[in-house]
Structure formats: C-alpha cells, structure tokens
C-alpha cells in the first residue's frame, strides 16, 4: 500500500488536508490505523479531579464489589477493592492497583481486556465499564490512587464562607455551583406562588383567603419570613410532618395478612408524632423516644395534657406487619425483628443493614455480626400495652399508698398489748429448697411465690406493686381490711383496674404443660414464645387462658405447639377481646384484678399437686418479727411467725385512710393503652447461618454499635436490651450519618428531591450528594441549633433558592435538564393527602378538629374479604383531615394509593411520584370527588351573586390567585356550553347549581390544582 503526504494536527484539530493518489480504500485504511491508536480518554469527559469518593468509589460499587467487596462468601481470589492495602498487596508478582503507574496495575490491564478470560467484569456477569469509567479509574490511579474513608462515614465538616457577604449561605452553595455548570437561579416567584408553595409544604393544606390577603398587603421586608414563623406555629404543621414521619414508621393500624389485626393504640402514636412535631422536640430526643422512650430516666412531659410522652415513642417498633397462626413462629420473629432492623437503620442511618441477615453485605462496610447485634438488642425488647395518661407524679402516689399500708400495720400491732396475745403457730416443714419437685412427678418450677418475693420476675407497670404481697394488707370494702397469709403475687396491690403486668425469665419448654394456680377476674396467663403475640386458634389458643375465678385455682396451658422453643410467662391484667369479630383488642376493666401463687411446668395434669411451702418457724421470736413487720422489713419467714395473728385480725377501722388511698388509687389507673416495648433478659444472638433460623453458629454477638462508626466496638452493658445504648449511639453529634440524613430529609421534603436522591440509602448503592459542602454545612448548623427541625425548616425555606420561579431558563434547561443544582424551584406534583385535604379545605367541609380516634375508612364495594374493618365510615371522612383516617394493611383507601400513599411494609422517605390514567379517572370518577365539588359549588353559590366574583373566588380557592380575563370569560362559556346540553338559556346556566358543581369538578382535575407550580 503506498501512502501519500497527510498534513493534520491531532488534539485540537484546527485543519486537516489528506492527499490521496490512492482508491478511497487506502483512506479507510489510514483512517483505521488514527483511531486505534488514540486513546479512548480522549474522546470522554473526566473530571480535573478524580475523587476517590464521588468518582471512583461508586464506580468500584456497582461494577466490582460484588466479587471483590465486603462479603466474604462470593469474595474471589481473595481481593477487596474496598480496602487500599488488599487493592495494592502483591499476588504473584502482580498489583491490582500500582499508585501513580495504571500500565503495571492489573485492575487497568483487566479493563480494557478484549480476552473474555482476562477482561474484567467478566462476560457473563453482564457488567459492562464505560469509556468514561474506565477513563476515570486510569487517572485515579495515574493521580496516586488515594483512598479515603467513605464520605457517609467522615464526620461533617463546615467549610469556610466568604467574608464579605450577605448572602444567605444555602444560596452560597447553590450558586457556586450554578457557576460551575454555567447556571443561574430564577427569578423570585410571585407572592402567590409562595404563599401557596409554603402552606402546602409546611402544613400541607392551601392558604386562606385571609393569609392571602395579608401576605400580599405586607409591604416588609420580612413579610415571608413572618409568613413561615406563621406556618410553623400553624397546628397543621405537626400534622403534615407527623404523616412524614409516619411514612418511615411504616404506620398502619393493623398488622395485615389474613385477618389485619390491630396495633393495639396505634392512632395514639400518630397524635403522639403530631404533638411532637409541633412542640418542635429536639431531634436527638425523639430518636430516644423511638427506640427506647420508655427506659429515658427523664421522660419528657406534655405540657397541656400533663402525661408523660417518651413512652409513646416505642410503638414505632411496633409497627411491623404479623401473623395470628405462622406456622413457625421462630420464622415469624425472625421476619419481625428483621423489620424492625430495616427501618430502624434505614430511618435514621439510611443504611441498609437488613441486607447483612445472610452473608456481609455487599457493598457497604457492614457485616453480619452487626446485623445479629441488632438482633439481640431487639429479641431482648418484650412486647407489651402501656398506658398512655401516665402522670409524672405516680411514684410518689404509689409511695402514699405505701406509708398508708404502713399505718395501717401500726394500727394492727397496737392491739398487741404484749407478746402473749400472739396466738402461737404451730411447727411447720421447712421450705424444700429443691423447687420442682411434686407429689407424683417432677415439675419445673418457672415461678413460686408463696416463699413470699418475686421469684426473679420482671414486673411491668404499678399492677403488682414490685412486691409479694405475702403480710400486706389487703382491702375488703371501704371499711374492712384482712391480711394476705399466703404469698402470692397480686395486681391489688394497690387496687383493682390498675395496668400492668409480671414476666418470668426466659425458660425453654421442655414439658407438656404449664400448670398456673390462680384467681382473678378479666386477666390472662399467657405463654409468649419467640415474642409471639397474637395467640388464638387455630393454633395457638392453647397458650393463653382467661382468668375468671374469686378463689385460686389450678389453670392449665398445653405447651405442645412450643415444645423445645424459649418463652417466658405473661400474667396480664386484662384482656384481649374481640370486636366486631376482630380479635386481638385490649381492655383493662376496673374491677380487673390478678393474683398468682405460682407456675410450674409439667408432665402431665394428671397427679399435679405440688408440694405446699412453708417455713420453719419453731425459732423465731414472734414479738420481733412483729416489730419488722411493722416497718415493712419483715422475712418471710418471720411473717408466717406471726400468721395466725394476721388471720385474727378483723375490727380495724380504716375508713380514713382507704378514702386517702382511693385518691392516690385514681392517679395509678389508666384506660386507654398502646403497643410498646419493654426490657426483659438479655439475649446475645447467634449467626444464622445463610439466613436459616434453623443452624445457628457457636458465635453469641454481643449488643453494640455498627462497625464502621463505632471501632471501639464496646459492648452495650447499661440495659439488658442494648436499646437505650443503641439509641445513644445514634443521636449524638459524633455520628457521622445522622444529622445528615434528617437534614436530608427535610431537603428533600421540602424541594421534592433530596441533596442524596436516595434519602433512604446512603451507602455504596445509593447516590452522592450533588452539593456535598452544603449538606456537612446543614448538618453541623442543625446539630448546633439543638437538633430543632423547625429552625432547619425555616432556616432553607428563607433562602432564595426556595422562593425561586419554577420557571427555568433555555440556559438552565440545557445545562441542567433534570434541575439537580437547583436552577428554579422544581414543580411538584402534591401528595395524595395533600390533594384530599385541599379539596376538603376548599369545598369548606374541612373539619380542622385534632387527634383522636382514627375515623373509619369509606369501604367501596370493592374493599372486601377476611380482616375487613367492622364499620364503613362517610365518604367524606367526617371531613377530618387525612392523617386522621384509618390505615389498615388490607383495605388501603383507593384515592391515596392511586396518587402515591405507600404500602406501609418498610421505610419509605421518598414516595413514589407517578403520572398514570388511573389518576386522571380518579379525579373524574371518585365518589368523594364528585361530592365535594358539590359541596363547594353550593358554598360559591350560597356566597357570592355575581358571576364573575364566584369565579374570582374559585381560582383564589383552588389556585392561590386571581383568575386571568380568559380563564373568565372561559369558565362562563364553559357553563353556558353545557347549559346547552340540559337544554338551558345562557342565563338559566349561569347560576344553575348543577353546572357550577360541573365547574367545580373541573377545577378539581386541572394539573394546577395538584400541583404546584
């Protein structure tokens, strides 16, 4: 082949001249041989800058991690990309990363391999590296190759603002990098686009006529910054914030499946966010709440209803979806803890710890044994009901019950006029110390408590008082007092009707049944396997029984379907019942009362008779153990000394002082209850091994904080469970993650789109933060400010770049199609609830009252089957807001789930924001629709006269603004159009009601109503 003269400059062409003597084939040629040997670099875009955290590290994630990360069992040829010094070890004689030299690494060899036995990814992983990427790894590694810490996990750090400005700092960081892209901010928005944009956002309902007014009419500078403080004092704002929240807390009132029974007082935790959120609670606070509000030794107290709240927090736990009959209720703890380990990590770490229940993760520096950490931490967690009216002062009333007992005993002692009055006992057996044994067979004792204390339960709640009632007095009416000369544990403690309950240690069941001698009255002795809690039939209705008996008698739990599995016993006073065939609802009766003398497993019922228990008392000296009795400090065998004087007494007049207790009595009751957690034994987990409940390994993880924030790695030892700890761990400003992802979400809440897209992700698998110095900035400037989410808010919602037009320009459309950096303020479709309420509050049906009971759904026709709620409510909801309509798993209102609202399974920060048919049918068809145009037709009719002015009025309802002279003239011709249709004159269609209603329902289904713009 014979080449001619070729005269061309390569990088930068500015001319190019070939002269060919030669076929054009000879051109083809020359022209293959250019290409093949340019670098492929040189045609793709890398930054001035390779970063090892924003530019290498996502791409070393999502292309090679899965063989070369974190998790050790699909590891090949033992190399970790995730960690520098595996990444430089040499193997061989080779390197996969060389600093400074990509020819001699073999990571870059691999890459740009055409040999399917060399290249990597390999072929059949269908991983294919870009141009781009594989650009991006060469000068990493021709940059030196440095390695840091993943971004997520550095502490946050401020950087330096300007000096000389006064511009508002998040406008710094937006701005600099409009600057960087070529970008600039949009004009301000109109007055009415704010107002509507900031109630909606913040209160999640349109602004009224009047807030319109005087926002438009204030002529300060500070008119919008006064309009937020509005909002955010505003009662709606908890409201919107606490359905937020409620997103995160997978909230639902019952827990699905089959029969969709009910979290018990969950509608109570819902009142609980929203009272938070408008008291502003500090952040770091409410995460103790949620995870462990009800062991904070300074529970924070409501301060217009009195009652304690920290407590509350833990029925976010408790929000997990549940089975009334699993077949393997190991398997079901498992698929409950696992829950609550996602949504505890992913709700405030953004990590997606449940992805290590089988293996390490795969991509985040996460590995199994902080899974099963977090496991034990949450096996140790018993379910429970709790009161939620508690009083901060009910230890000192339990206290004053207590002194009156006392006094009660002194009146008693001074009858004994001296030591012969005593009547004298006879010789009694010493107490076998060798408990479990029985007449006729062996038993396991879980609990005696005729030896007069505990026995090592775990007593919940002011039921039982923390005591053995073996020697205290015990009321028969108003006026008549007997003692109680046999111990037993005893919910009259200090009354009937009090909450509370008492749980034995963890056991495993290696009998047939547990024998339970008994009395009381609308209580339960139940058997909680594997934290299993909704027992009844099919299966399991053998472990629980109802106790309805005046005198003790021998109640009898068959264990066969838990044989082999750990449990503890339950003594509950009140029950579980059913409504409306709903089963699994609690109640707590005032003459509920429950008294226990002990608790044995067995072999059989047949010849059960346990040994009675008593003490040898032939040596004590009956005038001492009565003074120790006096003051409350008696053994119980120095009580037994003096029981047949006990037994005597009868005639002491106490009317007095039972009145005083009555009082005290009324402080320690409660009525309404709600799921929550409590401490019982601490368990260490094992590894399941792959997952399978079924193979544990020999490895018990202690309870204690993720590996990669905490390299202490120092064991949870202040509660049993692990929880108060974990919560410590989590919201303290030595945290890298938190702040940043609350701030994150609030960002994201607020403008649509967080400053990490993935709000509930940030590890390896989720995105980089588009403007990295601004979210460290937030977060340390939210930490700062006590951990105060209103302060954040208003702190980004008087910035510039909030009140930005939703109008970009051609610049911005180019340079940012997908308004990452903030060039106008995004237009946002509203949430459903946020549609729903709007037409409530425009229509004027929207009934402003709070919290309560959740109002029952409107049940369609096609909202039918197993589990469905007992009663349809209104259409309209009563005209409640939609924070107050019921959310059950199995009958979700169809409106909210065709505009968005979540299947409350797991954590969801960011919902779904789809454009689909079925909402536009949604919004021509709905029933509730339909009625509240209506509605609002007559309002407007019954209001205003004049055609015009009803319009005017429309638009300032639905849009926030005045309609325009077409939009006018275009609703009156639209009235007169289907006027026409009815056979109507012009004047007859303008002021029918039926074409206003017509009107009204169009308003409803224009894109602006919905959105906002």
């Not at 409501?302 to 920290?310: I, K, L, N, R, Y």
């Not at 379910?383 to 000192?396: A, E, F, K, N, Q």
Request: charged share 25%; glycine share 6%.
């Amino acid at each position: 082949m014979r080449y001619t003269k070729m005269s061309f400059q390569l990088l930068g062409v500015r001319s190019m001249f070939v002269s060919l003597r030669s076929s054009a084939w000879e051109f083809m040629a020359i022209l293959f041989i250019f290409l093949a040997c340019t670098s492929p670099e040189q045609h793709v875009q890398v930054p001035e800058h390779v970063d090892f955290n924003f530019h290498v590290r996502p791409i070393l994630s999502n292309q090679c991690f899965l063989c070369h990360g974190p998790d050790s069992s699909s590891r090949e040829a033992g190399l970790r990309l995730d960690i520098a010094s595996s990444a430089m070890e040499d193997r061989d004689g080779r390197k996969a990363i060389v600093p400074g030299d990509p020819s001699a690494s073999e990571l870059i060899r691999r890459i740009f391999s055409d040999d399917p036995k060399v290249q990597m990814p390999p072929p059949h992983t269908n991983k294919v590296l870009s141009a781009q990427e594989k650009a991006i790894l060469r000068k990493w590694i021709n940059e030196g190759a440095e390695w840091k810490p993943y971004w997520a996990f550095i502490p946050p750090v401020a950087s330096t603002l300007p000096d000389e400005t006064d511009q508002h700092p998040i406008d710094h960081y937006i701005q600099e990098r409009h600057r960087q892209q070529g970008l600039q901010m949009a004009p301000r928005a109109e007055k009415e686009s704010l107002i509507r944009r900031l109630a909606y956002l913040l209160t999640g309902l349109p602004p009224s006529e009047k807030e319109m007014a005087d926002f438009i009419a204030n002529e300060k500078d500070d008119s919008f910054s006064d309009l937020v403080d509005y909002y955010l004092a505003s009662p709606h704002y908890g409201e919107r914030w606490a359905r937020h929240w409620m997103d995160l807390a997978r909230y639902a009132e019952g827990k699905g499946h089959e029969f969709d029974y009910p979290v018990i007082g969950a509608w109570r935790y819902r009142d609980y966010l929203i009272r938070a959120f408008n008291q502003d609670v500090s952040y770091d606070l409410f995460i103790k709440e949620q995870l462990a509000g009800d062991i904070l030794s300074d529970p924070r107290i409501d301060p217009t209803t009195g009652f304690e709240q920290s407590h509350l927090g833990t029925t976010f736990l408790m929000l997990a979806e549940g089975k009334h009959s699993p077949v393997d209720i190991k398997e079901e703890e498992k698929i409950m803890i696992d829950n609550m380990i996602d949504v505890t990590s992913k709700t405030f770490q953004a990590l997606t710890v449940a992805c290590a229940r089988c293996h390490d993760h795969k991509f985040d520096d996460i590995p199994t044994t902080d899974y099963y950490s977090l496991y034990g931490i949450f096996e140790s967690s018993r379910h429970c009901v709790r009161g939620t009216s508690i009083l901060p002062g009910r230890d000192l009333a339990a206290d004053s019950i207590n002194q009156l007992r006392q006094v009660i005993r002194e009146m008693a002692a001074s009858q004994i006029s001296d030591e012969s009055s005593i009547p004298k006992p006879l010789p009694a057996a010493r107490y076998d110390a060798q408990r479990g044994s029985s007449n006729r067979q062996e038993a396991v004792c879980i609990g005696d408590f005729r030896k007069g204390d505990l026995d090592g339960w775990y007593d919940d709640g002011y039921a039982f008082g923390g005591a053995n009632q073996l020697g205290q007095p015990r009321f028969i009416n108003g006026t008549t007092v007997s003692f109680y000369t046999e111990g037993v544990v005893s919910s009259r403690h200090y009354g009937k009707g009090i909450p509370g309950a008492l749980r034995s240690p963890t056991f495993i069941v290696d009998k047939r049944y547990l024998k339970v001698r008994a009395a009381g009255n609308h209580s339960m002795i139940r058997v909680i396997s594997d934290n299993f809690q909704l027992i009844q039939n099919p299966i399991y209705g053998s472990i629980a029984k109802q106790v309805s008996s005046t005198a003790p008698i021998d109640y009898v739990l068959d264990l066969k379907m838990i044989k082999d599995h750990k449990a503890y016993v339950e003594l509950l006073v009140g029950e579980y019942h059913a409504i409306k065939g709903k089963n699994h609802y609690y109640h707590l009766p005032l003459e509920a009362w429950l008294e226990v003398s002990f608790a044995y497993l067995v072999d059989s019922v047949a010849g059960a008779e346990v040994h009675p228990v008593d003490y040898d008392v032939t040596n004590i000296n009956q005038e001492e153990a009565l003074k120790s009795w006096v003051k409350g400090t008696a053994k119980p065998e120095e009580i037994k000394a003096i029981t047949p004087y006990l037994r005597s007494i009868s005639n002491l007049e106490i009317g007095s002082i039972f009145a005083q207790a009555k009082v005290h009595v009324d402080r320690l009751r409660d009525t309404s209850f709600i799921a929550a957690l409590t401490e019982g034994d601490p368990v260490l987990s094992s590894v399941f091994v792959r997952g399978d409940h079924n193979i544990l390994s020999d490895e018990k993880v202690p309870h204690r904080f993720f590996t990669a924030l905490d390299t202490a790695q120092a064991p949870f030892t202040k509660t049993s469970s692990g929880r108060l700890e974990l919560a410590e761990s989590i919201a303290t400003k030595e945290n890298p993650l938190t702040a940043r992802v609350m701030v994150n979400r609030v960002w994201h809440q607020l403008f649509g789109r967080g400053i990490v897209t993935t709000v509930d992700n940030f590890g390896l698998q989720g995105t980089i933060p588009s403007h990295p110095a601004l979210l460290d900035y937030l977060a340390i400037k939210f930490m700062d400010d006590g951990w105060s989410i209103k302060r954040l808010i208003k702190f980004i919602v008087t910035s510039e770049t909030f009140q930005q037009s939703t109008s970009g320009d051609s610049i911005s459309a180019e340079g940012d199609p997908t308004n990452i950096y903030l060039s106008h303020f995004p237009i946002r479709r509203l949430e459903a609830e946020a549609i729903r309420d709007g037409m409530l509050a425009v229509s004027g049906k929207l009934d402003t009252k709070m919290y309560g009971p959740s109002i029952p759904i409107f049940l369609t026709p096609f909202l039918n089957g197993r589990g469905k709620p007992p009663a349809s409510g209104p259409i309209d909801g009563y005209g409640r807001r939609s924070v107050y309509q019921a959310i059950w798993r199995n009958f979700l209102p169809p409106m909210m789930l065709t505009f968005d609202m979540p299947i409350p399974f797991s954590t969801f920060g960011k919902r779904s924001v789809t454009n689909v048919p079925a909402q536009s049918l949604t919004l021509l068809n709905d029933d509730f629709v339909i009625e509240q145009a209506a509605v609002w037709a007559k309002k407007i009719s019954d209001e205003e006269k004049d055609i015009e002015r009803r319009i005017t009025n429309i638009y300032r309802a639905a849009f926030s603004r005045a309609p325009t002279n077409d939009e006018v003239e275009s609703c009156r011709q639209f009235l007169i159009d289907q006027g026409r249709k009815y056979e109507l004159e012009a004047e007859e269609a303008l002021h029918s009601l039926r074409l206003w209603t017509e009107l009204c329902h169009s308003i409803f289904n224009m894109k602006e109503f919905i959105y906002l713009l």
